[in-house]
């Protein structure tokens, strides 16, 4: 694939589906929970861009209080050149903002300054002179001259005597003159931290932050020995510096991919560290949108039946019972997450007595429950006598539903005592149909006039022949091009995992084996020194499917 196309396809493999709303209550849910754990001492720093900060910030201040709001931190993202002749729909985005609250009002923080990024600063040595009355600060100065309407900050004997010091120096790049500033110029920062960038753009995680930015937050909250948490983890920076400073930390992910970079950062760091999974139904699809469209599919039986309101999601048919009405909580809905009293009461007493005549039962789903004893002695108490109410568990049941990708392999012992797996095939019935989905969006888009241009006109630049039809991918008989990751564990065949033999395989199709990168390709083998217990495998959609090995 072209780098256009394989952007497309990771799309397809990773793409979300959010709307606003749904983006809102999914945040409102994760500040929520996030409050419930944090220390009575503790602050919050959350960072976001400009299409979605200012309603954020609204959440906020619901659920820390208007109160316990400090400071809007605004920082700078990158800079884009334009022409001074150029129009523009609108003006460059230059700032993110970082929301800052605390959990009371006696929490505070120790103001960072601005020295503390780097041990040098160094600055334009230039300065405005719109009166141009100031002939003895503008002069030659390594080959330039100050810019128009601008001069020197100091007159030449003064520059020489900062060049003698080497205090004074051309930029090593633009060759501009900058100075470096004293110990005793050394600011406290205030809410603009201009001088600093948000991100890092190291690596293939768009929106990792910079180091520089984190210290300074971490540094500024907190103690060495205290808890740094990142419940939007990404690529582990934040987890990386509070190891740095001495912190103990906390990285929180949905995506495989977040944990398994940020493992390989810390342990290059030299952190102990454990790595747990929370099964908690997160891991079937990636956002609340796409859970709520794969739902009602999921619970057997479960289908439209004429007599009942938008409320229920749709009825089973028992042959004991008859028609069963099945409540499902909208995913979409913060509110509805949590079963309390009075949604039990607004299911016993404004929605049974409204169903069909002749209903003996109904099922009630919930994802989490305020007191379930409490639950149930309300329903026994106020409920009909006559329509059992049974409480499900709906992370259970998805659990309990979920189709791993299958994997065949054979394992051999070596003749120097190690051991060699070798995966003989690899299927995931997910990833046929994205890549189907992908196939169908490709082939409706070959009639598109603007993509059939662009590829006529990239043709003609390289070459080649004009496309004349359109290829679809296609997956290989055994199927281990939809291979990312193979990790085995020799230590245990149950709980937390231990990678004691992994192989990773990079976008060009090279191998990454136990942290190490090569220029090989993967001959569809990893071996280990001890004999492996469980073996795992990461499709290149996130999934993971782990196998005993036997």
Known sequence: MDDEDLRAFEETMYGDIWTKEAYLNWMYENLAAIKSVMSPTASIYVHLD??????VKVLMDEIFGEDNFRNEIVVRRTKKNIRETERVRALNIATDSIYF?????????????????????WHSFDAPNWSGNRPNLVYELFGKMPPPNRCWLRPKSGANELIAQGRLRPNPKTGKPEYLIDATDTMICDSLWDDISAYSFQNDYST????????????????????????FGGSGVTAKVAHDLGRKFIHVD??????????DRLIAAGASFDILEVRDGVALFRNPTQ?????????PGLGKAEGLDD?????????KNGMIPVYLPNLLDHRAKLLDLPQINRIVNEQIPNLPDGVKKVIVYYVDIEDEKEARAFIREYGSPLVEVEL?????????????????????????????VEITRFYSDRLAQKIEAHNQKLQLNTGNKKTRQRKLEEAAEEGEESPTEFTPLEISENGLELIELISLDCTTDDGPWHSDAEIKIDKKGYVIRNGVKTKEYWDA????????????????????????VE
């Open 525 to 548: 083998t990893i071996s280990s020194a001890r004999k492996p217990l469980r073996l795992k495998i990461r499709n290149i959609a996130g999934d993971e499917t782990v196998v005993r």
């Open 291 to 299: 859970t709520m469209e794969k739902l009602a599919a999921l619970i």
């Open 254 to 263: 949905v995506g495989i991919n977040s944990i398994q970079t940020t493992r």
């Open 50 to 55: 400009w299409h979605i900060g200012h309603y």
């Open 392 to 420: 499900r568990d709906l992370k259970t049941v998805l659990h309990e539903i979920v189709l791993n990708d299958e994997v065949d392999y054979t394992l051999t012992e070596t003749a120097e005592g190690g051991w060699r």
């Open 208 to 231: 990792e932050k910079n180091p520089d930015l984190l210290r300074r937050i971490i540094e500024a909250s907190s103690n060495a020995g205290m808890v740094v948490a990142d419940f």
């Open 101 to 121: 609250y605390a959990m009371n009002d006696d929490v505070s923080i120790l103001p960072p300054s601005r020295e503390s990024i780097r041990n040098e600063r």
């Open 311 to 319: 409320f229920w999601a749709g009825a089973i048919q028992d042959g």
